[in-house]
């Protein structure tokens, strides 16, 4: 598999001039013309989105580019780090409420990218080399986020509209666990679904980001497909382990240490 | 020794006292009322004595010992809290009656339990989502039989009823709290029923003991707290025993 990876990026046959590159431009300025015409007031965010898009992508090439000619672990590992870092702030925006949840995503979201990626590597699929590893960690922690995203919105909205429920069950003697069993359950397989649907449906409704950029880089459909199968695995995985952590860390997130249920903050 | 004992129990929220040095006993076979106006703290009281929340300031005994050195699960188990029928779990009446056995691997007889709270015993294999109000209740109260409790906390446990169904609960939890010897402090905002089940009342409003003693000693001097059509409700006599008028103007 690491040679099939080492031929498919080393064979990018498709590249922008700088010409074309600023013809780019000429969509969203369709875009903006088009808000304009219709008052739909988009404009300004599209503009600051067009720019973002450039600078941050161009940015994230040349760190890449030096990351890749380094060779270092250690900066693959930081920059492995600084992924998972900025995913679990952005997912711990969606568990409003909750105390300490910066702390738990982050190690939920590291637990599932670290399994997926060392099985990845302990199986020899893929090189340690930071042109495979970064790519696949950044796609790995990025569904991991989204799903850690889901598992919070859900969890917060079970113990919000089942409070009754769950309190009926601790007036009964019942541990934690089991008062919040089908809240939690409901929870974790809120942040699965997506990508469980996303495997059955994979390559019938849509033609997955990966494969699209493979076959567009020059790869044959057939070995596109080959890594395609891998992405979809590993996110599976991630994600499992990933929203696992988090129902764990969030059982005792939403009680004391007297197992009383605590008040979600506004 | 009392069974239980609260004293001086305060709890805040946020700055805001929901209630304010609150002390009472409750004794063996006693039924203790606990009545107010709305927003009084009856709920909050009650979540208190299952240690669903913990108060700011004061103490809580059970048996002469304090609530903390009790473990939390056997606690909650001997003072088992009746909330309120809208509490019941999706699933079958046997589900929800055997619930509080299970989680302890002990056997349950839903039945039976079932038929002392006046339900026929087909009723295990219901959907819960299929009960009327008044069978909601008798499995919520069935439910919390089935921990074999020492005190019965309910929670306006005939609030949501017809007033002929009211009676009926009422008759059956008042019977079934003496059968088993239990305590029961029972919240309730109707005075007919404070006086016409409970040994004791205790008036709560806006968080602190107004009055408590017996029914005839603090029932007029809570009619003041009550819309009239609480305290005279022209329809809401609970069927079963006829009740002794309340004397609102004295």
New interface residues.
Partial sequence: MSAFLSNLFGSVHWSLSPLQLLALLSLPTLSVLLSLWRSLHVERDLIEGTIRTFLQLFIVGLVLHFVFNANRWWWTALVLAAMVIIASQNAARRGKGFTHLFRSTTIAIACGTAVTVALLLGLHIISGQPRYLIPVGGMIVGNAMVACGLVLNRYREELIDHR??I?????????PR?AVQ?GLGASLRNGMIPTIDQMKTVGLVTLPGMMTGSILAGADPLAAVELQIMVMLMLTTAVMVTALVLGELLLHLSFNA????R?LTS | MHLLEVERLSYRVDSKRLLEEVSFTLEEDEILAVIGPSGAGKSTLLRQLNRLADPSEGNRFFRGKPYEAWPIRELRRRIALAAQQGSLFPGSVADNVCAGPQLRGQPCDAAALLQACDLPADFASRDVADLSGGERQRVVLARTLANDPDVLLLDEPTGALDPGARGQIGDLIASLARQRHCGVIWVTHLLEEAERYADRVLLLVHGRVVAQGSAATVLPQAAQYFPSTSVHPANDAPAGKPLKEVDASS
């Fill in positions: 009754a429920e309190e009926a069950w601790l007036s009964l003697g019942a541990p089991i089908r007297q197992e009383q249920l008040v």
